[in-house]
């Protein structure tokens, strides 16, 4: 085996390896130490708890799959859509983007509560709540990508007798398109965020409402599962994000070869 298969070969076991030696240094730490379960659980517990109440932390991790994702989509529909159209005119950007820093910078802990007066505790107001955490990235990146078209481009395009629609359409889109799918990996691990915090405050079901019940029964092993399948779950859908902005925007990259 050549030098350069050894290197790449060690590049994909490296995460294996290190969440191996991670998990290893953890356990060890935990028993070196006697630190109590309840306040940091040994993986092995945390193991135990996954195997003993595996059948609630699966039905749970479905659903904050599924508010996740759908609050995701949102956003990723409507993140292009106000993208497209902040970054269309430099007067709506200008009148806009403002408005939209400042909704972002309120947290989202504090528009949950008003989430669940108006829609009551399940599972709409988390799907919202990732939807409002996930949509500023994209819009972000989107806008970015149409504003950072080149002056000259433009000017060749006008005097060539293009119009702005298809200035948009034939450079814009295309441009905002490796943009767009980079957001995608950041939104996807914010979504998460969003629906578990909503879950947390109120509802019924889902990771977050499992693991504030798991809290206050002191049950700290079931905490970290519902922890551990978050991470799953979150690294999971970045993967397949950042499969789909290779396979959609490749031709955007220089090859590494």
Do not use: C
């Not at 767009?180 to 914010?190: E, G, N, R």
């Not at 879950?199 to 809290?215: D, F, H, I, K, P």
């Amino acid at each position: 085996m050549s030098a350069q298969k050894k290197g790449l070969t060690f590049i994909q076991l490296a995460p294996w390896i290190y969440t191996a030696a991670l998990f290893a240094l953890w356990e060890a730490a935990v028993w070196l130490f006697d630190l109590p379960v309840t306040f940091l659980p040994a993986p092995s517990r945390i193991a135990e708890a996954i195997v003993q109440y595996w059948g609630a932390i699966w039905s749970n991790s479905l659903q904050t799959l599924y508010t996740t994702l759908l609050g995701f989509a949102l956003a990723m529909v409507g993140g292009l859509a106000i993208g497209l159209l902040i970054g269309w005119s430099r007067s709506i950007y200008a009148g806009l983007y403002p408005l939209m820093i400042g909704f972002n910078a309120i947290p989202k802990v504090a528009v949950v509560p008003i989430l669940i007066i108006w829609f009551g505790i399940g599972s709409v107001p988390a799907i919202i709540t990732a939807f409002l955490i996930s949509f500023f990235p994209i819009v972000v990146n989107v806008a970015t990508g149409l504003a950072t078209i080149e002056p000259e481009t433009e000017d060749i395009l006008r005097a060539l007798g293009a119009k702005k629609m298809d200035i948009m359409i034939k450079v814009g889109i295309p441009r905002s398109m490796p943009y767009f799918f980079a957001s995608l990996k950041v939104a996807i691990t914010l979504a998460f965020v969003g629906s578990v915090l909503s879950e947390t405050v109120g509802s019924n079901n889902g990771l977050g409402n499992m693991m504030a019940a798991a809290q206050s029964r002191f049950n700290v092993p079931l905490v970290f599962a519902g922890l551990v399948m978050l991470a799953i779950e979150g690294i999971v859908m970045y993967a397949i994000m950042a499969w789909i902005e290779r396979r959609m925007t490749g031709w955007a990259h220089r090859s590494s070869m």
